[in-house]
């Protein structure tokens, strides 16, 4: 129990930094953060139910007024604005990858991982936010989507690493991957 | 950390917040229903009066956190002159950017502690359901304490980095970030437990 709370608490923190560390560039010199790479992690590390958490958490407090997205962004306007639909989004995102990798069960963490990360983070998260953005902008969806498509290039490559994190994680720490086969599973549910 | 509050006192600190966030949420739904330019035009009146009535210092903040839309408003208004419904636009532009500035306006001038508060209140009928929000009142702090630790020892794991690479840090950071934020879990949960667990008993609530 407190450990989970540990965990949720942990991995929305490390959403936070990812947004906030400016050192970190996902490769090709693409200014994208990697605060949806934390998104994804959440979900195929600690699982649907506490990755949502974790995400659903760090949301909560950037609507109490807290700069915890990137470049510092945060408070009540963040749900209004045009990208609201992906701020929502986030816990669904976490859950579905989560829930992908609980589900599907493949001999490679970091394929499961991944095709979690591409499931949850990307095909889930982009309806949210092109649906959010259509209501907010009063644009068809398949216009909002069009304009949110130019940034599923840098999440497919958010998904690839989230893979090759998974991976490894599997490989030098298995017992912190509650879901993967061989790993210990008992105690670990919210 | 940076705050997104107001840098000056204004009244409205002093106002209840549940009161400004009902006001929010009633006046986010109206500006959605009432379609019409004028009033749109008028809400962003009002608003820019709101925002300058502080003083320079506040509209000065409140401008910057607004700067996040201006891409947004920049790519609707040249897509409806394209399509020749530059009217349009002006209408979804101009809601989109009163439902933003007064969002924060809210933010601005509310502190954390009220909005905790008022969340506390709002998870009322859950708990007389019988949910623990307590795990939630816990995590909160948590997060709060963790994330510039988190974020300091990210970049001492980019200068260890540069000090053997002439790349850039790269996603490889983040493995050690995960694995040095799971232990750490590991050892929080440890002492939550050693203080007497998440919960309190049963009947205390």
């Known amino acids: 129990m407190e450990r989970n709370i540990a965990q949720v608490a942990l991995f929305a923190a490390m959403i936070a930094a990812l947004g906030l560390v400016p050192q970190i560039s996902l490769g090709f010199g693409v200014p994208i953060t990697a605060q949806t790479l934390g998104v994804m992690l959440a979900g195929a590390v600690l699982g649907a139910r506490r990755g949502a958490a974790a995400a659903g958490l760090l949301m909560l407090l950037v609507a109490l007024g807290l700069p915890l997205l990137a470049g510092g962004r945060g408070g009540l306007g963040v749900f209004t604005s045009p990208t609201a639909g992906f701020a929502l989004g986030w816990p669904v995102a976490a859950f579905v990858t989560g829930l992908f990798v609980e589900r599907v069960r493949l001999r490679s963490a970091g394929l499961a991982a991944g095709l979690g990360a591409v499931l949850g983070g990307i095909v889930v998260l982009y309806i949210m936010g092109a649906s959010g953005l259509a209501i907010v902008t009063g644009r068809s969806l398949p216009e909002a989507f069009r304009l949110v498509a130019v940034f599923i290039p840098g999440d497919l490559l958010k998904a690839g690493i989230t893979g090759m994190l998974v991976q490894a994680l599997a490989r030098v720490r298995p017992g912190a991957l509650a879901w993967h086969r061989g790993a210990a599973t008992g105690g670990l549910r919210l | ?205």
Request: net charge positive; hydrophobic share 55%; glycine share 8%.
């Open chain 2, 1 to 205: 950390m940076i705050s997104l509050t107001s840098p000056v006192r204004t009244r409205a600190q002093d106002w209840p917040a549940g009161a400004k966030l009902a006001a929010l949420c009633l006046v986010s739904t109206g500006l959605f229903l009432a379609r019409g330019l004028p009033v749109q035009l008028g809400a962003l009146a009002v608003v820019a009066v709101l925002y300058a009535l502080p003083g320079p210092v506040f509209l000065r903040a409140g401008l910057r956190s607004l700067r996040v839309v201006l891409p947004f408003v920049v790519v609707l208004l040249v897509w409806h002159g394209v399509l020749g419904d530059l009217r349009g636009g002006l209408v979804v532009v101009l809601r989109m950017v009163v439902l933003v500035a007064l969002a924060n306006l809210v933010t601005m001038t509310t502190a954390l502690e009220e909005l905790v508060d008022l969340l506390s209140w709002l998870l009322t009928p859950l708990r007389r359901l019988g949910l623990r929000t307590q795990p939630l009142e816990l995590a909160i702090p948590l997060v709060l304490r963790f994330t510039p630790v988190l974020v300091a020892r990210a970049g001492r794991l980019a200068e260890a980095w540069r000090a053997r690479s002439r790349r850039r840090p790269g996603w490889q950071l983040i493995l050690p970030m995960t694995l040095l934020a799971l232990d750490d879990a590991d050892h929080v949960g440890e002492a939550l437990r050693a203080r007497g667990g998440a919960l309190p008993p049963l009947d205390d609530d």
